[in-house]
């Protein structure tokens, strides 16, 4: 999909990154894709699967549960339905 570099040892800047983006965002007839996208739906996956708010909260550098979970798009609603199915044992 994507050309890889002649020369292994320069790094991708960050309008690299932007024009990669666009183009993926393109053939996959998204409209709208950027950067910020990626972040806010790592972190929404990685609660979903390990309920690791702490984590999360040092990854983005937040100091709130609160406004990590907001940013997420973690929901009220979602945490009380993860924690009534929750059991021991």
């Not at 790592?42 to 907001?70: C, E, P, V, W």
């Not at 339905?81 to 059991?87: A, E, P, S, T, W």
Request: with cysteine; proline share 2%; aromatic share 12%.
């Amino acid at each position: 999909m994507f050309t890889p570099y002649k020369n292994r040892s320069k790094h991708i800047t960050v309008n690299g990154v932007y024009q990669i983006l666009q183009k993926l965002r393109k053939e996959m007839g998204k409209p709208c894709f950027v950067t910020h996208t990626l972040r806010k739906k790592f972190g929404h996956h990685y609660y979903k699967r390990t309920h690791d708010i702490a984590t999360l909260m040092k990854i983005f550098n937040y100091s709130s549960q609160k406004i990590t979970k907001r940013y997420i798009g973690v929901t009220d609603d979602e945490i009380n339905q993860l924690q009534n199915n929750f059991r021991l044992g």
